[in-house]
Nanobody, 122 residues
Framework: VQLVESGGGSVQAGGSLRLSCAVLGYTHMRYCMGWFRQAPGKEREGVATIDSRGSTIYADSVKGRFTISKDNAKNTLYLQMNSLKPEDTAMYYC?????????????????WGQGTQVTVSS
């Protein structure tokens, strides 16, 4: 499976961005997928995951502000990010594992995109 992210950019605090992740090589998305991020000097962290049934899990730091969703017809995963904060600044990665119908919390997955940068200024 190949994952291609888009939608990153620079925004002021309080603004919004929507990240997209196009899934290539699979005709469906009935498996665990997620968004992860890594800020400079910090470890990668899970942001949100969604499983084959559409059940979602969010990191505490983004609950109520971010929404993960998927469009099966377009084979695309999304991350809607609202009320952005400077601490949300990071490289954001789309990830998936076609062998996992369910997600194990925000654990890392087997396949990764190249990442898209999100920068939030105060």
């Amino acid at each position: 499976v190949q994952l291609v992210e888009s939608g990153g950019g620079s925004v002021q605090a309080g603004g919004s961005l929507r990240l997209s992740c196009a899934v290539l090589g699979y005709t469906h998305m009935r498996y665990c997928m997620g968004w992860f991020r890594q800020a400079p000097g910090k470890e990668r962290e899970g942001v949100a995951t969604i499983d084959s049934r559409g059940s979602t899990i969010y990191a505490d730091s983004v609950k109520g502000r971010f929404t993960i969703s998927k469009d099966n017809a377009k084979n695309t995963l999304y991350l809607q990010m609202n009320s952005l904060k400077p601490e949300d600044t990071a490289m954001y990665y789309c990830a998936a594992d076609p062998y996992l119908p369910s997600c194990s919390g925000l654990s890392a997955l087997g396949y990764w995109g190249q990442g898209t940068q999100v920068t939030v200024s105060s």
